[in-house]
């Protein structure tokens, strides 16, 4: 899964909960993310939202098929 689709994904999650800056605290700082955990829930609960939802799969199919479009134009 794209790491950065996930983080965005669990930062907007947060967000929606009131947590953002927490979040980001908790990323930039992985101690305190530790003591807290704000960060890799968040992280945990997005990658299972997108493996429950199919996003996953279907992002992946997508990658699949992008790359083999751009195989065949070089």
Do not use: T
């Not at 979040?23 to 530790?34: E, L, R, S, T």
């Not at 003591?35 to 990658?63: N, P, T, V, W």
């Amino acid at each position: 899964m794209n790491d950065d689709l996930v983080k965005r994904l669990a930062r907007a999650w947060a967000g929606i909960e009131g947590k953002a800056a927490e979040f980001d605290a908790c990323a930039a700082n992985p101690v305190q993310d530790m003591r807290d955990g704000q960060f890799s829930r968040y992280m945990f609960q997005a990658e299972e939202l997108m493996r429950r939802s199919g996003l996953a799969i279907d992002m992946h199919q997508m990658r699949l098929r992008a790359d083999g479009a751009a195989q065949s134009l070089a």
